[in-house]
């Protein structure tokens, strides 16, 4: 078993088997094709124009 670790804190594992390597991450990060990946959540989303009465929008 391996560890994955980032800002000294363990985000994940690799549980190694005799066919397939299994990865489990916390909550936030993800496994995918060799490379880990944050997940960050976006909340409040702003409204990038508010009136559009120029009808570009």
Known sequence: MLIYIFN???I???LMTGGENRYEMIEGFKYQKGKIF???KVNDIQQY???CDLGWC
């Open 49 to 51: 124009v508010s009136d």
């Open 8 to 10: 000294k804190e363990k």
């Open 38 to 40: 944050r997940i960050n």
């Open 12 to 14: 994940g594992r690799i």
